[in-house]
């Protein structure tokens, strides 16, 4: 065809591009899933559903577990099963994703924010006292990266906690899992997520009341024994059949994940331990996990140098989140100077991070992260 030339068979090959994160399925989350199209139970109505369930609120402690179609419809449904709205006010950390601001401004509540610690990058126990006022309703404690919250420091301030741990499976606090703090607690499956069913959330929680509750708002508020009966305005917020099969199989393998994705840290930390990077702290009383794998660039300069290299290289590194206050949407919850979050919004950096991510994935990344910081 005119235009189209074949290619020089001696010109150097295109370097794969390397995405931020990747899927890491195997056979058998493609059995479990092939198994429920090919028994027609595709909706929420299938039996992976609740075995995918069961097996969340195992593996992080809880008496229940109800499926969702991501960790921000969890994160809704607490809220809303919390009486939480108009009036309201509920904290959450300046340097997250924005999904538990924009819940809490989805119920009709004001998100106001509290400044994270230097040693954990999660919520400042200090700030929350001091940004709490007497609209106070809640918290929304976030596992920041996979690092859990100080949830006893946390917890003595006597605010009603909801954990969001969308970013920490397999972390742990004290001994015990994520996951298993606060009133409730949410989680996140989706694609970039350690443990995935493509989109999808779950809420964890012990009080039969509240689970009740939030089961029944799940479900476009409809009584399970009277059905067409609605008792009160809910959602569906349902996961599907397909997803949760996916799931099953990836909380089946959730030890080999989570193990994966340390891998990969632990081969970032030992190749950049002699640049000018700082690594994400951990704190003495937490067992982290990896989501991101996550460093700060000693200027903003340096950071922006990273990312062209990368960029340059077919290579997805990005700069993590502004500090929400700092977004026009959320100034009306600033409260504070937020130092801390706002440092680490302008030098953070995140690096491809995946469970079955190879040796030579990892040092091209490496290379091109060095090439940035001598430019």
């Known amino acids: 065809m005119a235009g ?20 890491d399925l195997t056979d058998r989350e493609r059995g479990y899933a092939r198994d429920a199209i090919d028994r027609g139970w595709i909706s929420s109505a299938g039996d992976y559903v609740s075995r995918f369930e069961v097996a ?3 593996r992080c402690g809880r008496s229940r577990a109800i499926a969702t179609s991501s960790g921000t419809s969890a994160l809704d449904l607490v809220l809303r099963a919390l009486d939480i709205g108009p009036g309201d006010e509920v904290i959450c950390p ?15 509540a004001v998100p106001v924010f509290a400044d994270v610690t230097e040693n954990s990058w999660t919520l400042d126990p200090c700030s929350v006292e001091a940004v709490r006022s007497a609209r106070t309703k809640a918290l929304i404690a976030v596992d920041v990266l996979g690092h859990p919250c100080d949830y006893d420091a946390l917890g003595a301030l006597g605010i009603p906690i909801v954990e969001d741990a969308a970013e920490a499976h397999g972390a742990g606090y004290r001994g015990r899992p994520v996951g298993s703090f606060g009133r409730a607690a949410v989680l996140s499956f989706h694609a970039n997520k350690t443990i995935t069913t493509g989109e999808g959330g779950c809420v964890l929680v012990d009080d039969a009341a509240l689970a009740e509750r939030i089961g029944l708002m799940n479900n476009h508020g409809m009584s399970a024994s009277d059905p067409y009966v609605h008792t009160e305005i809910g959602r569906n917020y349902r996961m599907g059949n397909v997803c949760a099969a996916i799931g099953l199989g990836q909380v089946q393998r959730w030890d080999e994940l989570v ?13 950049l331990s002699g640049t000018s990077l700082s690594q994400r702290p951990v704190a003495e ?4 996990s990896v989501w991101l794998y996550t460093v700060l660039a000693e200027r903003t300069d340096d950071r922006a140098s990273i990312l ?28 504070g100077d937020y130092r801390v979050a706002r440092e680490i919004a302008a030098r953070g950096i995140w690096l491809p991070t995946w ?15 060095c090439v940035g910081l001598a430019d």
């Open 4 to 23: 189209l030339s074949k290619a020089d068979p001696h010109a150097p090959a295109m370097s794969e591009k390397i995405g931020l994160s990747s899927v």
């Open 56 to 58: 969340v609120a195992e």
């Open 94 to 108: 300046a340097l997250t994703f924005a999904a538990p601001a924009s819940a809490i401004v989805a119920v009709g």
């Open 259 to 271: 193990a994966g994705r340390r891998r990969v840290a632990k081969a970032y930390d030992d190749a």
């Open 285 to 288: 009383w937490a067992e982290e």
């Open 308 to 335: 062209a290299a990368c960029r340059a290289d077919g290579i997805d590194a990005r700069a993590i989140w502004p500090a929400l206050p700092d977004l026009e949407l959320f100034r009306a919850g600033a409260r």
């Open 355 to 369: 469970s079955s991510m190879t040796d030579d994935q990892i040092d091209r990344v490496v290379t091109a992260v």
